[in-house]
């Protein structure tokens, strides 16, 4: 509960009127948001929408001019560096160019906070191959990210931001420029970790499908599969919409809402 | 957009702020947890033993060039003897040290800058923020050790080869007694020399690493930008070398003395 009793514990992010700009360029423009723990939201936009930067802005990599931001309780915006670390282990991020390290083999990059945390050797060896499995890359082991395909790397980012199971995920575009048939297989796994591990996240995109697809799917772990949700089911998928246009947001609420949106901006890009 | 001159001058200070803070965190890192002594020892095996032959090479070449030289001078005089102490007394208060600072400034300042640049332009330095981990102490504490403490011993390592080189071109050009050269090299040298000698590339060591570590870690601009990180580290690592060590000489000179 932070000082002026704001409930922000029981959210996992909390964005009250931030604004940020970069040199004369508005980036954001008085945002609000709430993403409740459990839940997904999608921010969708057009390019430089800003849907980047409000990812950077909650892991605190970036400060913003105005406004206040909470994760998991604590106020990133006026946190300092130092303190920002320890905060950061909770929370993964999967970077739109995958940003793994590449002078590191694939182990190493999906040990890398396991490592840092003086885990046991046993005990890396078998989350590895457990977030590796996750992800269906287990024959990747040793190789080197320059080795790997364009989505078979942005699977091992996503291996290495859940290897240490954190509460809050933020994925940067992770389907940006990939075929339909890879991108399916990153957003299943998406599915996977929001209904298997109910884990928190907020999906930058600006492809409608995969929002879509996040919305209407849930993953069955019998089959190892997702699934589309049959009609009839009384099933929340707990996947929320918020679109932006130049930093103001201009719609916020849940997949039917979004179709049936009146507002000119939103039905244009329905039909793009 | 029009340039500016307070905007200039504006961003200069805003460098060199970010540079103090860098290499101040740097340092300070080392005086509390985590450390990462594995990284500390790879970069010292980098930085240390990969810049081997370079500096042996040109301490060895250097010190026999010396000798010609000053043997030529001497000889004006009839002190071809002192051959040994002019190239002693050289090698060890400044040759030694500075050339030593400027090749390992060329080799490792540019590839500290190169390294945490491209880094830096593919996000990897942000990816490693975003783990928890801070930049400072896992990519720029270790550079800066292995650095202050492998350069060092290169100096001590040049000087050595500067004045083997200096006996060679002694005994078979110049027809000069051996013992005669070493006695009066090894006798020539005070403590002050020495002193001035080994605090000169520990200062030069932490110039290296800081500058090249914030040349990298503010690289923009794609590979372009990498590149330009490269040689401005390179170059401003060398000005800065040779402008401290005219200032260390002076300051060591007032407090221990003219020598």
């Known amino acids: 509960m932070s000082e002026d009793g704001h ?58 001019d105005s406004g206040r931001i909470f994760v998991l309780g604590n106020e990133v915006s006026a946190m300092r560096e130092t303190e920002l670390f320890e905060l950061r282990r909770r929370i993964g991020i999967v970077f739109q160019e995958s940003a793994l390290f590449d002078s590191q083999s694939v182990e190493d990059n999906v040990a890398f906070r396991l490592l840092e945390e003086k885990v046991p050797a046993e005990e890396i060896q078998r989350r590895v191959s457990e977030a590796l499995r996750f992800v269906e890359l287990e024959h990747t082991l040793k190789l080197f990210p320059s080795e790997l395909s364009g989505g078979m790397r942005r699977r091992v980012a996503i291996a290495r931001a859940i290897i240490s199971n954190p509460e809050v995920l933020l994925y940067d575009s992770p389907t940006a420029g990939l075929d339909p048939v890879t991108s399916t297989t990153i957003i299943e796994l998406l599915v996977k970790q929001r209904d298997v591990y109910k884990t928190s996240a907020l999906l930058v995109t600006h492809r409608l499908q995969d929002a879509f697809t996040m919305a209407t799917h849930y993953f069955n772990p019998e089959k190892n599969k997702m699934l589309p949700v049959p009609h009839g089911w009384d099933w929340d998928s707990k996947t929320t919409f918020l679109v932006l246009n130049e930093g103001k947001k201009v719609f916020e609420g849940d997949a039917a809402e979004i179709a049936n949106s009146d507002n000119q901006y939103i039905q244009e890009y329905l039909t793009l | 957009m029009a340039f500016s001159l307070t905007e200039y001058a504006k961003g200069n200070v805003l460098a060199v702020q970010e540079y103090s803070i860098l290499s101040w965190r740097g340092l300070a890192n080392l005086f509390s947890q985590p450390r990462y002594f594995g990284d500390i020892v790879q970069q010292m095996d980098t930085i240390g033993v990969g810049s081997l032959p370079i500096v042996v090479l040109t301490g060895f070449f250097t ?137 000169k590339p520990v200062l030069f060591g932490y110039i290296i690493a800081t500058i090249g570590c914030y040349y990298g870690l503010s690289a923009k601009g794609g590979t372009q930008g990498v590149g330009r990180a490269t040689t401005q580290a390179v170059v401003a690592s060398s000005v800065l070398i040779l402008a401290v060590d005219l200032f260390v000489t002076r300051l060591l000179m007032v407090f221990m003395g003219p020598l």
Do not use: H
Not at chain 1, 40 to 59: E, N
Not at chain 2, 108 to 114: I, K, L, R, T
């Open chain 2, 63 to 199: 010190g026999a060039v010396l000798a010609l030289q000053s043997a030529n001078s001497l000889a004006r005089f009839g002190e071809l003897s002192l051959t040994g102490q002019l190239v002693s007394m050289s090698m060890v208060r400044e040759l030694g040290p500075v050339l030593t600072g400027l090749m390992v400034a060329g080799r490792n300042a540019s590839g500290m800058a190169s390294e945490l640049g491209s880094m830096k332009v593919t996000e990897q330095i942000d990816a490693m923020r975003a783990l928890g981990t801070d930049p400072t102490r896992k990519l720029v504490t270790p550079r800066l050790t292995a650095t202050m403490f492998m350069l060092f011993f290169l100096t001590i390592l040049s000087d050595l080869l500067g004045l083997t080189g200096g006996s060679v071109i002694a005994t078979l050009l110049l027809r000069l007694d051996l013992n005669q050269y070493w006695t009066s090299a090894w006798q020539t040298l005070r403590y002050a020399d020495v002193f001035m000698g080994l605090l």
């Open chain 1, 7 to 64: 409930n922000s514990t029981e959210k996992a992010v909390v964005f009250e009127n931030v604004c940020l700009r970069f040199d004369e360029q508005v980036v954001l423009d008085n945002l609000s948001f709430e993403l409740e723990r459990g839940s997904t939201k999608v921010l969708l936009g057009v390019a430089g929408s800003g849907k980047t930067t409000i990812l950077k802005l909650a892991l605190g990599l970036l400060r913003p």
